[in-house]
Each structure stands twice: as C-alpha cells, then as structure tokens.
C-alpha cells in the first residue's frame, strides 16, 4: 500500500472506510434509504478491508447483526437524512456547501444538484488522495463542482478553504457529520467560531452531537463497540474526545442562529425503517443538529 493508503487504513481514518462499508451495504439492500454507487469501490480498494461485507445478505446474523447490520443502517439512515437536508437547501436557493471532515463521502457526484453549486470537501490530505485516486479509477465526473480542501480542522485550515474559491460572502450549507465527538472541547469551540465568522445571513449548519455515558456504563461494553474494536479495529470509544462536550447549539444561539434538534429515532419513524431503541443503546444519545443564521433557509 502507498502511505496515503496505509493513513487510511489506520485511526480515525479507518472510521471513514466502516462508514463507507456501511453505505455499500445499504446501497445493496432492497429498502435502501440511500445509495452510493461508489462506496463499495473504496472498501474493495485496500488489502486490509476488501474482506468486509457489502451486501447484508453477506452478514451471518444480518440485521441482528451490531456492527454491519444496526450500525450499518444507522449511517444509511444519518446518511439519507442529510442527504434529503442538502437537497433542500440547494433546491431553496443555497449554492456553496461544505463538508466538514468529508471522508469519504460522494454527495458531490451522486446528489442531483441544481446548476451552480460547488461542494467543498474538507479533510486530511492523505484521505483526500486516497479518495481521489479511487475516484479518477472509476472514470467518476458529474454532479456539482467538487473542490477538495486538504487541512486539519483542530488547525487552521479556513484560509485554504478561500484559496479554493470559498465565498465568505455567500450564503453555505455546512456539513459536520460525525467529526465533532473526535474533536477536543477546545477544538470544537473553536471551529463554531470560525463557521459563525465565515457565515453569510442564510447560511447553515447541520452536525451531529453525541453525549457518552460514564467509565463503566452498560453501553461502553455493549456488543456494538466491542464488535467494532474486536472485528474490524476500530475502537471508537479510544477516539471519541473525552473531553464533556460543549453545547454547541447554544453557543450558535448566543451568535444569532436558531438551532433544532432531532433524535435519529424520528427519522426512523418518518421513513419506516432504520434503527429502533434498545437497552443500553449507544445511539440513544445521539442528536442531529439543524443550525439557521438569520435569514435562514425557505
């Protein structure tokens, strides 16, 4: 493997390879609440991960299944959910988005974008090669203008963002899934800072916020992250921050923005499939997190 590749086999990194595994594998179901054509190329793409599973039917237990069957269709259904957001932004009139520890995600191909818009990728150069390379092997093109952003978001990376063409002026979209529970206390405060500085009235936020349960609490021996850690090495619970977690939706509050939070649960309810609560359910606490800088969005 190059080093790119060997950087994203590894750590955080490796959390965008599961997540991609995960939309291959919704992609693939009958039901499926989203499809990504390409996310199976990137799980086939490295030696140490072309073993994982891309279809459910490959899953011995299947949808009892912790890690590629209930996690796995809960980032089909986080993935479906700002996938619908994006798309109504963009169909109200928004034409800059952001994505914010992008991975790899593809919305800029795969979404049916309006003329006009460019998309924003932010993340670790290694990451962003990595998915580059994937992506010129397949012959990918389409969708939106894609501007990959390389920089680390715990460091000063808006300064490469406008030497991308970012437009300060313009109303964004931006994007933060799943990055802030790895960020420092510190770190996240920080970036609400700069989005609220390089925010137009009527830009946006959506993010996802999580809550952990103390040292010892049921959830953090559960099957789902023991699974992760024993199976395929992820072992999300060393790289989620320890730190407590800033209200990030109150902060933006403070600044002017109106913030609403919804439980992934509805979203299940709403699209009649996805993850329901269990006992001691890790996704119990989580939140997604929709942000509006007056103005807001029709």
Known sequence: MTTAEERVAAGVSRTALMVAAARAIESNRDDALAVDGYAEHFVRALPDTEGWPLRIED?????????????????????????????????????????????????????????????????????????????????????????????????????????????????????????????SRAAERRLVRELDRLSAPGSGLAFEFKTFPADGAPVRTGPLYTVARKRIGVDLLSLFNPDPRPDSATDLAARGWTATSRAPFEFTREHGRGPTPEPDDPLEDNRWIFAEKRGGWV
């Open 59 to 183: 899953v011995a237990d299947g949808d009892a299944d912790p890690l590629w069957g209930r996690l796995a269709r809960y980032f089909g259904l986080r993935t479906r959910v700002f996938d619908d957001h994006l798309t109504r932004v963009a169909r109200a009139g928004t034409r800059q988005f952001v994505l914010l520890g992008a991975g790899l995600d593809t919305r800029a191909l795969r979404l049916d974008w309006p003329s006009g818009c460019t998309v924003f990728e932010v993340d670790h150069e290694h990451v962003l090669a990595f998915k580059q390379r994937v992506l010129d092997g397949l012959g990918a093109s389409g969708g939106a203008a894609r501007a990959p952003v390389a920089a680390d978001l715990r460091g000063t990376w808006t300064p490469r963002l406008v030497e991308a063409g970012f437009d300060p002026a313009a109303p964004t979209a931006w994007l933060a899934e799943g990055i802030f529970m790895f960020l």
